[in-house]
DNA sequence: AGCTACTGCTACGATAAACGTAGCGATAGA
DNA sequence: TCTATCGCTACGTTTATCGTAGCAGTAGCT
């Protein structure tokens, strides 16, 4: 059963801003929604990449912010930091699979913008 | 050829926040990560809905905010507002085929947080 | 040892986005 | 005419993000 004070945080200490309705993808779009989350799942998809260089990919977002996020990330399990830098986990590469399709959706709609 | 001010701005005046890199799919990650613009889109998939009724399955986001996501979705083309209310146009339908995938995915994942 | 040049961060004040509540004008029904 | 609802707008408060500065740690020189 889902306890009703797990509304407002995840595992990890993350927590679900505002009142999402309690749905998964509503919980799943309030974490996806946080600055930068979806830019950072996408770089690091190809390969293992540092602090620094994620910052560069991602129109050099602030550090303190980017720092955050990867927290988050890495708390609910999306992400790890590696030997070579952040990392996707198997998770995050699942949830990658879904959004890569969007890559090529985006190519064509938004030069039409 | 894309002019180097076009990086700020979308069609309709739809601002750009910070620098994304240009990258098609940044700037579509930009647009979704506004509070609650994919729970909009997800939730103009299956019917028309109303402002209030939208704003009741948004965990009752604010007004303010809610009027300029829609106002922002409309500008950029994947919401129109009709008769029966608020709904997808087709470009809105085509995003949310690729978004609905994350349904299923965050309804086994986000239990296991 | 010392110097330089990186790295991954943290601190902190400034700015922007989102929130929450109140309420207005319009429409519909009793 | 009264009441209830609607789609919003206004506005003051809170939260998120930004941007810059800078610190500790590591590596490569001399």
New binding site residues.
């Given amino acids: 059963m889902t306890d009703i004070n797990r509304r407002s945080v995840v595992k990890g200490g993350v927590?679900v801003?505002?009142?999402t309705t309690g749905q998964p993808i509503m919980v799943l779009f309030d974490l996806l929604s946080?600055?930068?989350a979806m830019g950072i799942l996408w770089n690091l998809a190809s390969e293992p990449r540092?602090?620094?260089?994620l910052?560069a990919r991602c129109?050099?977002?602030?550090?303190?912010?980017?720092?955050?996020?990867?927290?988050e990330l890495r708390e609910v399990g999306l992400i790890k930091?590696g030997e070579g830098?952040?990392e996707l986990t198997a998770t995050g590469r699942e949830l990658f699979a879904h959004l890569e399709p969007l890559g090529d959706w985006a190519m064509e709609w938004v030069p039409t913008l």
Avoid at 59 to 71: E, Y
């Fill in positions: 927590p801003r505002g009142s946080r600055r930068w540092t602090f620094r260089d910052q129109g050099l977002a602030s550090p303190s912010v980017l720092n955050t996020r990867l927290k930091n830098g952040y």
